[in-house]
């Protein structure tokens, strides 16, 4: 009874065993398990679309008492087909002593202290090579495993989770729960010196993005999946970089992932951790950084922002429920050109205005402008102009007299005009005006410009301030010669 305890202990410490990484096709045909058997083994929790196969480790032979009709006697046998898992320089051997009593092979459990884990992956290991009785494919529902004749089973999942449970007349119908954990991603984006969901830009700006992978212990194929709206343009593979901390100082080795970009319509790019680097992961959940850019183009629109969407997949079939999103905004500002001497401030036409983001120096942003000639946007190349735009001439916004011009494409930041030209009759602004962009679009720069001062003419004082001064001078000059000449004389 003591060696059966133990078994009995075995197979309980199996139900609780994680880990594997086993790869099955989900389109395997069903397997009818052998006729006869009247034992149910149930996943519950199993993870709708994943497969899970169940294998016969151990032949099991039950011994009944016929007076008390009680289950006193449980043997373990090895069967052919895992035969070289147990015995020899099988991974099994480790854990188990065998008696041969003529053609059977008994089994002892060695050590209730074993590793059960490790012994799970190379029992899950062993099994690609083996016959499996049944294959499933996991429904809402989950997965039962019926008609199994008594034995120690493995059930591995192309979810990552392996376990093994012994199936006895005595409890014939057992349940076992889903144990792997889910694996959760997040992402954020750079606004300034910290990290958010939301950020504002000007196009043509690069903008930076964190990605957030939790692997949850004992997975396989996972994957982080990036997808960018038409306004972001991703800067490529050689962008992407993976750390170990959030503040991405620890570069994690690139040999164990691959980043790669699948075909149009799909993902922007993905990124694959390989099996081998997951396997290697004790910690119930280890937490990797993915750093990439990507430039805000010319196809931004400031209405909807662009949006930067994740997913995690790992298994066949899993995914994270979560949306892992973040926003980039553009934004966009009006500019009021009038006369500083009308109260209502009336557009005035024909002041031109060139766009800066420093106060002095610095090269003028490139516009674009409309048809209409109502709205300029910031342009990052010149040959991805939106419909309907051309490029502005000299980069200089013209005022109209029907209207407010915007101004689209810019950051919520300050910026600064310059009047390259006043309207005629109008003096030139001589410094740069300053805009402070918000992120509520609703900024309006009045500008106001001031009528030149009018040289005097006839008919005031006029022309007859310099005509008198005139005569006096030549008044004054004849009387100086007139002098020199007397003075002359009488010398």
């Not at 880990?19 to 006869?36: D, F, N, Q, Y």
């Not at 792997?180 to 993005?209: H, L, P, R, Y």
């Not at 750390?243 to 799909?266: F, K, R, W």
């Not at 209405?303 to 298994?315: L, Q, R, V």
Request: glycine share 10%.
């Amino acid at each position: 009874m003591k060696k059966i305890k133990k078994l009995l202990a075995f197979a309980l410490a199996m139900v609780m065993c994680l880990g594997m990484a086993v790869t099955a096709s989900a389109s395997s045909e069903p397997v009818t398990p052998p006729a006869g058997g009247t034992n149910s083994i149930t996943v519950a929790g199993a993870k709708e679309g994943e497969t899970y196969k169940i294998y016969k480790m151990l032949d099991l032979a039950v011994h009944q008492n016929t007076t008390t009709n009680a289950y006193d006697g449980f043997s373990y046998t090895l069967n052919e087909d895992w035969k070289d898992f147990w015995t020899g320089q099988g991974a099994g051997a480790a854990y188990i002593q065998t008696n041969s009593v003529g053609s059977n092979t008994y089994v002892v459990w060695k050590n209730n202290t074993a590793d059960m884990e490790t012994f799970g992956k190379a029992a899950a290991a062993a099994a690609a090579s083996k016959t499996e009785l049944a294959v499933q494919t996991a429904t809402a529902d989950g997965v039962t495993f019926s008609g199994l004749e008594g034995g120690y089973y493995l059930i591995t999942s192309t979810y990552g989770t392996a376990a093994t449970v012994g199936s006895t007349p005595n409890n014939g119908d057992q349940t076992i729960q889903e144990k792997n954990n889910e694996n959760t991603g997040d992402k954020k984006v750079q606004e300034g010196n910290s990290w958010g969901t939301e950020n504002d830009a000007q196009i043509g700006d690069t903008i930076s993005f964190r990605g957030k992978v939790s692997i949850a212990k004992n997975s396989i194929n996972v994957v982080y999946h990036d997808t960018m709206t038409s306004g972001l343009t991703f800067s490529g593979v050689d962008s992407v970089k993976v750390y170990t901390d959030e503040a991405l100082t620890q570069e994690l080795d690139a040999g164990n992932y691959a980043v790669s970009i699948p075909s149009p319509g799909t993902d922007t790019f993905q990124v694959a951790f390989t099996n081998t680097y997951v396997e290697s992961l004790t910690a119930a959940s280890t937490n990797l950084y993915i750093s990439y850019t990507a430039v805000l183009n010319d196809a931004a629109q400031v209405i909807d922002p662009e949006t930067n969407t994740a997913k995690i997949t790992w298994g066949d079939n899993g995914e994270t429920g979560k949306e892992i999103k973040t926003t980039t905004n553009t934004r966009k500002f009006q500019i009021n050109k009038y006369d500083g001497t009308d109260e209502q401030k009336n557009p005035l036409a024909d002041a031109k205005f060139q766009l800066y983001t420093e106060p002095t120096g610095g090269e003028a942003l490139k516009l674009a402008v409309s048809q209409d000639g109502t709205t300029y946007r910031v342009v990052s190349d010149e040959a991805k102009l939106p419909t309907g735009y051309t490029m502005a001439t000299d980069n200089k916004i013209v005022t109209l007299a029907t209207g407010n011009i915007t101004i689209e494409g810019v950051d919520s930041d300050k910026y600064y005009l310059e009047e390259t030209d006043a309207p005629l009759g109008y003096n030139k602004l001589t410094e740069r005006v300053e805009v402070v962009v918000d992120a509520n679009n609703n900024f309006v720069s009045e500008i106001a410009n001031l009528s030149g001062n009018m040289l005097p003419s006839t008919g005031g004082i006029g022309t007859t301030i310099f005509y008198v001064v005139g005569g006096l001078l030549v008044v004054g000059a004849g009387i100086l010669l007139i002098t020199k000449k007397r003075i002359s004389k009488e010398q």
